[in-house]
């Protein structure tokens, strides 16, 4: 069933929307371990580089850096 998990898991990378960094981490570690498996090497390489980048994240999509400048409080 590797072939269905990694056809649904790619949907899920390619879908827009809110996702935090572990959830981005869980999705791309399983898609480098299902490319290793299957063979592809190259693309396993790729997927384990994004989970390592999502497992060091700080921000997820939600942080906006422009918003510590726009605010509507004027004193705390």
Do not use: C, H
């Amino acid at each position: 069933m590797y072939d269905q998990v990694y056809n649904l898991l790619t949907d899920k990378v390619n879908e827009v929307g809110l996702k935090f960094p572990i959830q981005n981490y869980i999705m791309y570690s399983i898609l480098s371990v299902i490319s290793e498996f299957n063979g592809n090497l190259d693309q396993s390489r790729i997927y384990a580089e994004l989970a390592e980048q999502n497992a060091t994240a700080q921000t997820n999509t939600l942080w906006n850096p422009r918003k510590k400048k726009i605010g509507v409080v004027k004193k705390e």
